[in-house]
């Protein structure tokens, strides 16, 4: 299959502490990808460099035909098209969810207010939110809005989503109704990378599993085997550290 | 009090019954002069401290000299006494002879205070943008938009929410200040009751253009409370 994403020998530095460190990866189109690893491995800074958020010190980032990295690009064009959640989920406070919902694609795209409220309904009903569109994020569970952060992901139609242990900051029992929300996506076919730290939920819905490990690939491949058969000393500790 | 020895004077010249209902009409229109001042002012000095709270934050390198110059700019303005700008502008623009409605000292004194102002109320936006945490313009940036978009549709409406307390109190001051202008020719307030104070020799007008001031400062200073109040109580609920 087609590669949506393609990560070539990106490396990534703050300062002397180098925080990715010649990584490459693909994910093609539809795929579901898991990136697992300790807290530090590089994660969440690979996520932020995808989406240009962080500049890299080396490498390419292919979306399809371009390079992404290239620093000559405008990020903006490049950022509507890959969606990413934050672990903190990160609503705007001060608009209620319709509000939060609707502005990037009325400023970034175009759209009339109509019918991005109608896209956003559409969106909101779909997840179970449609009684939430006026409500104000602090009114609402970790859950709900969680939920509401990713909608507002969709509503920007990306072709790649980015999500960033986004249940690590939720209650247990709010957990399941947000991996209800990414299998559901599984199952529309939307190419997905997944930093995740439930272990469980990486070896039910993802094509594919890799272990980060000081901002390196160590392993990677299919869920019934990382998780089963690690071929990697490393990655062996690691889930015996995480599944004990 | 009243057994102090001045008593009877001090109550003949500052709190003369007479004289205050006689002068009261003639304050409160000279008031509305220090109003019109504060009203025109107040919109300028929005528009000017914002642009040099967004100067002083950019990060651009290429936009540096912008940033120096919000820098000295609020460094400069905070430094004077008011009262020494307003003299300043106010005495020595007009003194280049500029033809008739440009040298009245209506305008200078604005200039003076609009430029003060706009110092103390940039640095105030800028605590308000600096205090909206970077997730904010992460999420909005991984969203698409611009950098200008984040700034004025997440970043100043969430930055003005938590300044408006601190904002509040620069309108009160700045409505009291507005009688600085006094020293410099518009007949407003605190010049009316001098006038009516030589006139008199009493000191009567003062207390009534204090009463004035008190029935407005008041009421804003209440508001700008209640706000602080609901504030709080929106942040623990």
Same mark, same amino acid.
């Given at each position: 299959?087609?590669?949506?994403?393609?990560?070539?020998?990106?490396?990534?530095? !703050?300062?002397?502490?180098?925080?990715?460190?010649?990584?490459?990866?693909?994910? @093609?189109?539809?795929?579901?990808?898991? +990136?697992?690893?300790?807290?530090?491995?590089?994660?969440?800074?690979?996520?932020?460099?995808?989406?240009?958020?962080?500049? $890299?010190?080396?490498?390419?980032?292919?979306?399809d035909?371009?390079? $992404?990295?290239?620093p000559?690009?405008d990020p903006?064009?490049?950022?509507?098209?890959?969606?990413?959640?934050?672990?903190?989920?990160?609503?705007?406070?001060?608009?209620?969810?319709? #509000?939060?919902?609707?502005?990037?694609?009325?400023?970034?795209?175009?759209?009339?207010?109509?019918? #991005?409220?109608?896209?956003?309904?559409?969106?909101?009903?779909? !997840? =179970?939110?449609?009684? /939430?569109?006026?409500?104000?994020?602090?009114?609402?569970?970790?859950?709900?809005q969680?939920?509401?952060?990713?909608?507002?992901?969709?509503?920007?139609?990306?072709?790649?989503?980015? +999500?960033?242990?986004?249940?690590?900051?939720?209650?247990?029992?709010?957990?399941?109704?947000?991996?209800?929300?990414?299998?559901?996506? /599984?199952?529309?076919?939307?190419?997905?990378?997944?930093?995740? %730290?439930?272990?469980?939920?990486?070896?039910?819905?993802?094509?594919?599993?890799?272990?980060?490990?000081?901002?390196?690939?160590?392993?990677?491949?299919?869920?019934?085997?990382?998780?089963?058969?690690?071929?990697?000393?490393?990655?062996?500790?690691? +889930?015996?550290?995480?599944?004990? | 009090?009243? /057994?102090?020895?001045?008593?009877?004077?001090? *109550?003949?010249?500052?709190?003369?019954?007479? $004289?205050?209902?006689?002068?009261?009409?003639?304050?409160?229109?000279?008031?509305?002069?220090?109003?019109? &001042?504060?009203?025109?002012?107040?919109?300028?000095?929005?528009?000017?401290?914002?642009? &040099?709270?967004?100067?002083?934050?950019?990060?651009?390198?290429?936009?540096?000299?912008?940033?120096?110059?919000?820098a000295?700019y609020?460094?400069?303005?905070?430094?004077?006494?008011?009262?020494?700008?307003?003299?300043?502008?106010? !005495? =020595?623009?007009?003194?280049?002879?500029?033809?008739?409605?440009?040298?009245?000292?209506?305008?200078w004194g604005?200039? @003076?205070l609009?430029?003060?102002?706009?110092?103390?109320?940039?640095?105030?936006?800028?605590? =308000?943008i600096?205090?909206? %945490?970077?997730?904010?313009?992460?999420?909005?940036?991984?969203?698409?938009?611009?950098?200008?978009?984040?700034?004025?549709?997440?970043?100043?409406?969430?930055?003005?929410?938590?300044?408006?307390?601190? +904002?509040?109190?620069?309108?009160?001051?700045?409505? *009291?200040?507005?009688?600085?202008?006094? !020293?410099?020719?518009?007949?407003? &307030?605190?010049?009316?009751?001098?006038?009516?104070?030589?006139?008199?020799?009493?000191?009567?007008?003062?207390? =009534? @253009? @204090?009463?004035?001031?008190?029935?407005?400062?008041?009421? &804003?200073?209440?508001?700008?409370?209640?706000?602080?109040?609901?504030?709080?109580?929106?942040?623990?609920?």
């Amino acid at each position: 299959m087609k590669s949506k994403l393609q990560l070539k020998s990106v490396s990534k530095s !703050f300062g002397t502490v180098v925080v990715i460190d010649n990584l490459s990866l693909d994910v @093609a189109t539809g795929e579901l990808v898991c +990136l697992i690893g300790a807290s530090g491995s590089g994660k969440s800074t690979l996520l932020r460099c995808i989406n240009l958020l962080e500049p $890299i010190d080396g490498g390419e980032i292919w979306l399809d035909d371009f390079d $992404i990295a290239e620093p000559s690009l405008d990020p903006d064009p490049i950022r509507r098209r890959i969606g990413l959640v934050f672990q903190s989920f990160n609503l705007f406070p001060h608009l209620n969810v319709m #509000a939060n919902i609707t502005l990037a694609p009325r400023r970034v795209l175009g759209t009339g207010v109509a019918e #991005a409220q109608a896209h956003a309904m559409e969106l909101l009903e779909r !997840f =179970g939110l449609a009684d /939430k569109a006026k409500a104000y994020p602090d009114h609402l569970s970790g859950g709900q809005q969680q939920r509401v952060a990713i909608v507002r992901t969709l509503a920007m139609q990306p072709e790649l989503l980015l +999500l960033d242990e986004i249940t690590s900051a939720l209650d247990p029992e709010l957990v399941g109704e947000v991996l209800d929300v990414v299998r559901a996506l /599984k199952d529309s076919q939307m190419t997905m990378l997944l930093a995740t %730290h439930e272990m469980a939920f990486a070896r039910e819905v993802a094509d594919r599993v890799c272990f980060l490990d000081e901002g390196r690939l160590v392993e990677s491949g299919l869920p019934s085997e990382v998780f089963t058969a690690p071929r990697e000393k490393r990655t062996r500790e690691f +889930l015996a550290r995480v599944l004990s | 009090m009243p /057994k102090a020895p001045g008593w009877l004077a001090v *109550k003949n010249s500052f709190f003369n019954w007479d $004289i205050l209902v006689k002068t009261f009409p003639k304050l409160l229109s000279a008031f509305i002069v220090d109003l019109k &001042i504060f009203l025109w002012s107040a919109p300028l000095i929005f528009v000017l401290s914002l642009c &040099i709270a967004l100067a002083r934050n950019t990060r651009r390198p290429a936009l540096f000299p912008l940033r120096l110059f919000g820098a000295l700019y609020t460094d400069v303005l905070r430094s004077v006494p008011v009262i020494l700008l307003v003299y300043l502008i106010g !005495f =020595g623009v007009p003194g280049l002879g500029l033809p008739r409605p440009y040298n009245s000292p209506y305008i200078w004194g604005t200039v @003076a205070l609009v430029l003060v102002y706009s110092a103390y109320v940039a640095e105030v936006i800028r605590a =308000g943008i600096e205090s909206v %945490h970077s997730s904010q313009s992460s999420a909005a940036r991984s969203l698409g938009l611009s950098q200008s978009d984040t700034m004025r549709y997440v970043v100043l409406p969430q930055a003005f929410r938590t300044q408006i307390p601190a +904002l509040m109190n620069f309108v009160i001051a700045l409505l *009291k200040d507005v009688a600085l202008l006094s !020293f410099i020719g518009p007949i407003e &307030i605190l010049r009316q009751a001098n006038v009516y104070k030589s006139l008199m020799a009493n000191f009567t007008p003062y207390v =009534g @253009a @204090a009463i004035i001031f008190l029935c407005v400062t008041i009421p &804003i200073t209440r508001y700008a409370d209640y706000l602080l109040a609901r504030q709080r109580n929106e942040r623990t609920t």
